[in-house]
């Protein structure tokens, strides 16, 4: 992942971090983040990765991204990852919202985006 700053445009797709380094970095550089915490060969991360993409495209204000923490363990106990996937909402780098309850269609993710609680 590129260095990002505040100033950077949010972008329209999903991006693909690598390590807690990477997401500290995305956090730091947009005011609201999804982290779709996802693992390899889970069909329900496959599944619902198109639909996070769509989220991405649908709202400008929002920058979306997808990390497997099996990569970097440490995301597992920091962000208490559970279950897969695992959908956390980040407004100015602080934890606001999590949707951890397998599959979720665009309809439920952007009720989610409104009403985090």
Same mark, same amino acid.
Request: charged share 30%; aromatic share 6%; glycine share 6%.
């Given at each position: 992942?590129?260095?990002?700053?505040?100033?950077? *445009?949010?972008? %329209?797709?999903? @991006? /693909?971090?690598?390590?807690?380094? !990477?997401?500290?970095? $995305?956090?730091?550089?947009?005011?609201?983040?999804?982290?779709?915490?996802?693992?390899?060969?889970?069909?329900?991360?496959?599944?619902?990765?198109?639909?996070?993409?769509?989220?991405a495209? *649908?709202?400008? %204000?929002?920058? @979306? /991204?997808?990390?497997?923490?099996? !990569?970097?363990?440490? $995301?597992?106990?920091?962000?208490?990852?559970?279950?897969?996937?695992?959908?956390?909402l980040?407004?100015?780098?602080?934890?606001?919202?999590?949707?951890?309850?397998?599959?979720?269609?665009?309809?439920?993710? %952007?009720?989610?985006?409104?009403?985090?609680?």
């Amino acid at each position: 992942m590129t260095t990002a700053t505040r100033t950077d *445009a949010t972008p %329209d797709r999903p @991006v /693909a971090l690598d390590s807690e380094a !990477d997401l500290d970095e $995305l956090l730091a550089a947009h005011d609201r983040v999804l982290v779709d915490f996802y693992t390899e060969g889970c069909t329900l991360c496959a599944s619902i990765e198109p639909v996070v993409g769509n989220v991405a495209r *649908a709202h400008e %204000d929002l920058a @979306v /991204a997808t990390i497997n923490p099996r !990569d970097d363990p440490p $995301l597992i106990e920091r962000f208490r990852i559970t279950s897969a996937p695992t959908l956390v909402l980040f407004e100015d780098g602080e934890e606001v919202g999590r949707l951890a309850d397998g599959f979720q269609g665009g309809d439920a993710i %952007d009720a989610f985006l409104d009403d985090p609680q």
